[in-house]
């Protein structure tokens, strides 16, 4: 690609060092993205998809500690010169700016996020103010644009509501509106829809294709579902034990996988077509303690093509199997590595 990113995740490590031990939550993932590109980051519970997103907010709770590595993200008046968000005081002006303002969250628990003894609108407004030089009346303004944006109806009745009053689908379009109401560059979606129910869903995520087109965002879309990402990305990152597995299009990583987590993941789905009666593969094993990581590609105690002596011995690096898509697997070792 001749454009430049937005987002540059660089080499980025984020261990967390308790008493018993050091977990390496993320041990050096690198992807970008793109003006207007969903990104869609998918992996089992532990794969640091989340510690990932916030190390981009800068808002990983202690022990937890960026070792290594960079998030840049590039100037919204000069997109040829960026910032780097590692090198930020996690608690200064600049990363308070950039959070909420440049880069907005949609949590996964909205009612986690709004506090219940405050109306929505004045918690939305609270958050506009502090990123534009605005009013209060200015402010309720932009607040019910983008209530009514969310397609929430009756919106200057709704923007006196508190929390308890809304339904879950409701105070999600809420979150969505707070975290659109700054005008972001880049949107981050940690599960948005995991604790509302399967029609809610389909509605959010409508919501969010249609926002993120008309205003052309990038978002970081992180998700455990892989039915979601095909629905929602265009670029996908694949995630096992704090590492990137398989990044690419995401076509390709449905339709042409190759790394081999990336396979046995997509052939546990069920499908539609498959044979009606037949037991669906799973992947053999489970996840390693995160204390007991395993040496060498951390997916080598579970991979059925592991080569004994190599790939339980060093990290393999991440070579080009694919038009932007990379694989971290030994099985393309020939192939030329991912550099920047
Ligand atoms: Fe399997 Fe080896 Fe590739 Fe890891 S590097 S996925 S163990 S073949």
Redesign the pocket.
Known sequence: MTEKPILSVRDLKVYFHLDEGTVKSVDGVSFDAYKGQVVGIVGESGCGKSVTMKSVLRIVEPPGKIMEGQVLLSKRDNPDEYLDITAMNEKGKDIRAIRGGEIALIPQEPMAAFSPIHTIGNQIMEAIMLHSDVNKKEAREICIRALSAVGMSMPEKRVDSYTWQLSGGLRQRAIIAMAIASNPRLLIADEPTTAIDVTTQAQILRLLKDLQQERNMSILFITHDLGVIAQMAQYVVVMYLGRVMEKGPVDAIFHNPK???TQALLQSIPSAQKTTKVKLPTISGSIPHPFNKPKG?P??PR?T???NG??NRDL?SEFVVGDQQFA????YEGNEEFVR
């Open positions: 790394h081999p987590y590609c997916f080598h991979c093509r592991a080569v190599k790939c393999p971290s697997c030994y099985l």
